[in-house]
C-alpha cells in the first residue's frame, strides 16, 4: 500500500482487506465521481452553473491526459511538472486567463479530494500560479448610473418591468433568481411596523432578513402584493 498510494489511511486498510475499491484512486475517476455528487446538488438548489462548468474543465483534463498517452492517471503519478504542462495546453487553446483558471482550480479541487482522503499527503501543484487575469473595465455601477437608470421610464411594458426588478434587486441586495421567486408570502411587517423581505437566497441557501427600502417598497406596490400563488413580479 506504501508502494502503491505512498500512505496508509484507516479508509485503504478497509478497504484493502474487504477487496473493495469504493475510493477512486485516478484522477478522471475521481472527477466523475465530483461532477455526480454536483449534479444533485444542481437539483437541490436549482442551479447548474457549477456542474456545467465541470463538465468543460473535465474535458480538458481528458483531452491533456489523451495527448500523453494515458487514459487516466494516479493522484500519486501528479507532479508540479504535471500542473505546469496542463496549464500551459490550456493557454494552448487560446482560452482567456479566466477560463484557464475555472480549469485549473477544477484540477486542484480533484486534488484536494484524494488529500482529504489521505491518498496523498500534499498538494502537488500548489506552488503553480494561476494566471493573472486583467482587471474588469467596470468592476461596478456608480451611484450617477443608478440615478440616470431611476429617472428614465421605458416606453415598453417587459423593458419596464426590467428596469424596476434592477432597481429593485439593487436595493435590496437580491439576485435574479431571488427576485424571480419571490412571492407576496415572503413579505411580512415588523412589530414598530417595517416592512421586511424575508427569503431563502436561492443558491446558498441563507435566510435573507432585508428590511424594505422605500424605492424598493414603491415598486413592489406596482406589482403583485396579495396573490401567494403567484410571483411579485410577472
Known amino acids: ?15 484493502t482487506i474487504t477487496e473493495q475499491n469504493s475510493v477512486p484512486t485516478m484522477l478522471l475517476q475521481t472527477g466523475e465521481e465530483e461532477r455526480e455528487r454536483l449534479r444533485i446538488r444542481s437539483l437541490e438548489i436549482n442551479s447548474t452553473s457549477t456542474y456545467r462548468q465541470s463538465k468543460v474543465s473535465q474535458s480538458n483534463l481528458h483531452g491533456f491526459l489523451l495527448t500523453k498517452r494515458l487514459k487516466d492517471i494516479e493522484f500519486t503519478d501528479i507532479t508540479e511538472d504535471f500542473g505546469k504542462e496542463y496549464k500551459l495546453y490550456l493557454k494552448s487553446k487560446d482560452y482567456s ?6 480549469c485549473f482550480t477544477w484540477l486542484n479541487r480533484l486534488i484536494y479530494i484524494a488529500v482529504d482522503r489521505e491518498l496523498l499527503r500534499f498538494n502537488p501543484i500548489v506552488d503553480v500560479p494561476y ?25 415598453n411594458t417587459f423593458q419596464e418591468l426590467i428596469r424596476r426588478a434592477f432597481i429593485f434587486s439593487a436595493f435590496t441586495a437580491l439576485a435574479y433568481v ?57
Open 1 to 15: 500500500m506504501l508502494k502503491e498510494h505512498s500512505v496508509i489511511s484507516a479508509e485503504l486498510l478497509k478497504n
Open 97 to 102: 486567463a479566466g477560463h484557464v483558471n475555472h
Open 131 to 155: 494566471e493573472k487575469k486583467a482587471p474588469p473595465k467596470l468592476q461596478h455601477i456608480s451611484r450617477n448610473e443608478v440615478k440616470l437608470i431611476m429617472e428614465r421610464p421605458m416606453p
Open 178 to 234: 431571488d427576485v424571480k421567486g419571490l412571492y407576496p408570502r415572503h413579505i411580512g411587517r415588523t412589530a414598530e411596523g417595517k416592512r421586511y423581505i424575508r427569503i431563502n437566497r436561492k443558491k446558498s441557501q441563507v435566510y435573507a432578513f432585508i428590511h424594505r427600502h422605500p424605492e424598493a417598497e414603491q415598486i413592489m406596490s406596482y406589482y403583485n402584493a396579495e396573490d401567494d400563488t403567484k410571483p411579485v413580479f410577472p
